[in-house]
């Protein structure tokens, strides 16, 4: 909501500043509480950054070109994830965990720096931009206005559209945020400490799947095709993904890691074949609030992520399956579980249509969208710490 109110500009140099001095701050703590506080105050800030880069394209990108906007923004910051499982162990060894910690928070103090300097919120007042460029971006946001301004923010977020972004989103997180959580520890408890490096190579495939993803978005809106072009990556996505998983558990007796890494390879450019159409469709919706819609289906996305960071092991060490995780010590029932997910999020896109169009609701019928919404959420954070802090 402040990205779509105050503009990408400043918010975004807030939100990086926010990150940078608290991701700076983790190298001071001494106690767990103090790690607590400011890892805390550091996830305030950095949640921002998607829905703030999300509003930033918005407005300087015509409808046809949201797809491949979001695959290239999205790509850096996979490509930024794998190097730092490279790197940050070597940086490690090198200046010691904290200073580290202190290493990147300047990287982000000089990107908020460029940013505000370089970025502005309309192509008409950035000095780099003709009148052509402004008018066709101006004609291409223009032609694809699906939500009217007078729709309260709470029916959007409410709306089926929205609803069912949020499910999916939290579908392809439970996979994606294995690749930076758990797969590489995992790896090297079971493949031994050379093969964990290897754990950076789904999450280049995974941003590769992004500019491919991003590519057919465009391509097919270009085409005439303004909802397949949404739905049809999406789902080619989660179904490559849902493979993917079924075949990691087919690999757990192998004797070297390579065909983990291979199938979950698959699996992670499937899902993340689906982010582009993901926030492409938010900024379909949310037009002029696309900042605030994002953020929506980005919390419950992260929620999902959640989730997945503290089943993950719960799954390894506690759950077994017929056929496929006979025993424990494996992720095979994890991956299974994961793939159940991408299957229904791949169902849930037949329902989604970025030009369906909303008609004002009633005071009363809002409330019960908000009271139902917030119930929902509720259950959500509930299960969460159930599983967090209970489920031993």
Wanted: proline fraction near 4%; charged fraction near 10%; aromatic fraction near 12%.
């Amino acid at each position: 909501m402040f990205s779509d109110r105050a503009g990408p500009r400043l918010a975004l140099t807030i939100v990086v500043i926010i990150w940078s001095v608290f991701t700076a701050l983790t190298g001071a703590v001494f106690t767990a509480i103090s790690l607590l506080v400011v890892r805390f105050l550091f996830g305030m800030g950095e949640a921002g950054a998607y829905p703030g880069a999300t509003r930033a394209l918005y407005k300087w990108l015509p409808a046809k070109e949201r797809g491949i906007g979001q695959g290239i923004f999205h790509s850096g910051a996979r490509v930024g994830a794998a190097l730092s499982l490279v790197l940050m162990p070597a940086l490690i060894d090198w200046i010691g965990w904290r200073w580290t910690f202190a290493a990147n928070g300047l990287a982000g103090l000089v990107w908020g720096g460029v940013w505000w300097f370089w970025y502005r919120d309309s192509p008409s007042e950035h000095a780099s931009t003709n009148q052509a460029e402004v008018d066709l971006i101006a004609s291409g946001i223009a032609e694809q206005q699906s939500t009217p301004l007078n729709i309260p923010y709470i029916q959007i977020v409410t709306s089926a559209n929205v609803l069912l972004a949020m499910f999916q989103y939290a579908a392809s997180n439970i996979t994606f945020f294995i690749s930076i959580t758990w797969l590489r520890p995992y790896i090297e408890e079971r493949w031994g400490s050379q093969a964990a490096n290897l754990s950076a190579l789904p999450l280049l495939i995974g941003a590769v799947a992004l500019w491919f993803s991003g590519t057919l978005v465009t391509l097919l809106h270009k085409r005439g095709m303004p909802v397949l072009s949404r739905r049809i990556p999406a789902m080619v996505g989660f179904t490559l993904g849902a493979i993917g998983l079924l075949m990691c558990t087919q690999t757990a007796d192998s004797e070297t890691v390579w065909p983990l890494i291979i199938c979950f390879s698959i699996a992670l450019f499937g899902v993340e074949m689906t982010l582009s159409p993901s926030w492409a469709l938010c900024m379909d919706i949310g037009g002029d609030r696309s900042g605030a819609v994002s953020g929506a289906m980005n919390m419950v996305g992260n929620m999902g992520a959640a989730l997945s960071a503290v089943v993950f092991p719960y799954f390894v060490a506690h759950v077994t399956m017929p056929y496929f995780a006979l025993q424990t010590g494996t992720a095979n029932s994890f991956f299974v579980f994961a793939a159940t997910i991408n299957t229904l999020a791949m169902l849930a896109w037949l329902f989604m249509n970025p030009l369906r169009q909303l008609h004002e609701l009633s005071s009363s019928q809002l409330r019960l969208r908000l009271a139902t919404f917030a119930v929902m959420i509720v259950v959500v954070i509930t299960a969460l710490i159930y599983t967090n802090f209970l489920m031993r």
